[in-house]
């Protein structure tokens, strides 16, 4: 499971800017987290955990999997998210 699974699981069917406002965050910042320009803070991943129904550990291991720079960890932490 990479990132991009974990906001489409959190939109369920929804528009990127519904789901913004149920987060409580920007459209735009909604759209950086989509193209990969930013991540969300722990709060926002809370949020994100509880309207998704992932396990936290999943969604912190994608999460994260996206800020580490050696490959080989982001890889084996979107492995043990999945």
Not at 9 to 31: A, E, H, Y
Request: net charge neutral; aromatic share 8%; hydrophobic share 35%.
């Amino acid at each position: 499971m990479n990132f991009q699974d974990v906001l489409n699981k959190v939109c369920n069917g929804i528009s990127d800017n519904k789901t913004s406002q149920k987060l409580g965050v920007s459209r735009v910042m909604f759209s950086q987290y989509r193209n990969g320009h930013a991540l969300p803070t722990n709060e926002t991943l809370e949020k994100m955990i509880e309207m998704s129904g992932l396990p936290p550990y999943q969604v912190y291991l994608a999460t994260y999997a996206e800020k580490i720079e050696n490959t080989q960890v982001a890889e084996a932490f979107r492995h043990l998210a999945a």
